[in-house]
């Protein structure tokens, strides 16, 4: 089999992450060794940089001359990438502690983790609207939260301008996610006669294998907290915008033809993406 259709393969195969702070668990602790494992940062960075390949075409000229055929990704693996991407991103995020956390970061964190909270909430229900909007307001506050830091920051030091750039990097990645899940809306369509993913879950292409139980501090009242009251934090949103503090209004995801999404997201690269 082709090297690269392997690897497309195994990424399609690889349990998702759930994003979370590795800092906050004790690695001492054997029941929390494979969490820390699945969810180790280097390797997460290492998906990324794969699933960037595959999503926006950046193979080496190498890779290329081995690839028996150019690899086409579907609809389905497109979703199921750009799903892992967002989550990796949100994940390398949370574990970057180089400098203390800003208002404007605090809200990015917050926001990745209700993300990945509201995917996990309903991704075994059924796909309809009800459970494609509270995903899609994730979506939203997420992007919200990203632009705002970015419109907000002009970071002098490297350390700043890296953290410029991760925020940067999950935006355009969660604009993609957003963009491919707004255009899987016409599968709701009485007259669609495509097969229709059962669940949320099967439409972001969730892998259905035994997850890895999650370590206890994973259940703490403070997570729990932040993880089950989704619409606390709708609320809280809206609060931040009465109050000013998230006071601009940033371009939110569109309901355009796919194309329109790829230039999309190489103006927001080029625009956004700090000098290192």
Not at 70 to 81: D, G, R
Not at 244 to 255: D, F, I, S, V
């Amino acid at each position: 089999m082709d090297e690269m259709k392997q690897k497309l393969d195994n990424l399609k195969s690889t349990h998702e992450r759930m994003p979370a702070d590795l800092t906050r668990f004790d690695q001492t602790k054997k029941e929390n060794q494979a969490f820390l494992s699945l969810n180790d940062i280097q390797e997460t960075k290492k998906e990324v940089e794969l699933i960037d390949k595959f999503l926006f075409g950046k193979f080496t000229d190498e890779e290329l001359l081995n690839m028996d055929q150019s690899v086409q990704l579907t609809s389905e693996e497109k979703m199921t990438l750009s799903n892992k991407m967002s989550m990796d991103l949100g994940h390398i995020l949370l574990n970057e502690h180089s400098k203390e956390d800003s208002p404007e970061m605090t809200d990015v964190k917050e926001d990745v983790i209700n993300l990945a909270k509201a995917i996990e909430q309903v991704k075994n229900e059924p796909l309809d609207m009800e459970s494609m909007d509270v995903v899609e307001t994730a979506f939203r506050m997420l992007t919200n939260s990203c632009k705002n830091y970015l419109d907000k920051k002009n970071p002098h030091f490297k350390k700043g301008k890296i953290r410029k750039q991760m925020v940067h990097d999950l935006w355009v990645s969660v604009l993609y996610e957003a963009e491919m899940f707004n255009l899987c809306r016409n599968m709701l369509r009485p007259d669609y006669e495509g097969q229709r993913p059962a669940t949320i879950g099967e439409l972001l292409g969730l892998n259905k294998e035994t997850e890895i139980n999650r370590p206890e501090e994973m259940v703490e009242p403070e997570l729990n907290q932040l993880y089950d009251n989704f619409n606390i934090q709708r609320e809280k949103s809206d609060k931040k915008d009465e109050k000013g503090k998230k006071e601009k209004n940033p371009a939110e995801p569109q309901l355009s033809a796919e194309g329109k999404l790829l230039s999309d997201t190489v103006f927001a690269r080029a625009s956004y993406s700090p000098k290192i």
